[in-house]
C-alpha cells in the first residue's frame, strides 16, 4: 500500500471529520482547564488581598493600644501614681536572644 492509497482511505473514511473532531475536543479540554487554573489563581488571590487586610488590621489594633498604654502611662506617672515594675523582657523564639525593643 503506497502513501496516496493511505491518504486516499482515510479522507475517504471520514477520519479527516474524526481529527478534526479531536483536535476540538483537546482544544476544549485545555481552554476549560486554564478557565480553572484562573479560577484558581484568583482565588488564590483573594485569599492572600484578605490576609493581608487582616494583618494590617491587626497591626493598627496593636498600635492603637500600645499608644493607649503609652497615654495612660504618662498621665499616671504625671500624676504621681506608682506603676508596677515592668516585667523582664521575653526571650526571642530565635536561638534564645532576648527582644530589643
Known amino acids: 500500500m503506497t502513501t496516496g492509497d493511505l491518504l486516499t482511505l482515510l ?16 482544544q476544549a479540554l485545555q481552554t476549560g482547564a486554564r478557565a480553572r487554573e484562573r479560577e484558581t489563581v484568583k482565588s488564590l488571590v483573594d485569599q492572600r488581598n484578605e490576609a493581608w487586610d487582616d494583618r494590617d488590621d491587626a497591626i493598627d489594633q496593636r498600635d492603637y493600644w500600645r499608644n493607649w498604654a503609652g497615654t495612660l ?3 499616671a506617672r504625671r500624676g504621681g501614681i506608682e506603676l508596677p515594675e515592668q516585667p523582664p523582657l521575653p526571650e526571642s523564639k530565635k536561638e534564645g536572644k532576648e527582644i530589643d525593643s
Not at 11 to 26: D, S, W
Open 73 to 75: 502611662e504618662w498621665h
Open 11 to 26: 479522507l475517504g473514511g471520514g477520519a479527516v471529520a474524526t481529527i478534526g473532531a479531536l483536535f476540538k475536543g483537546l
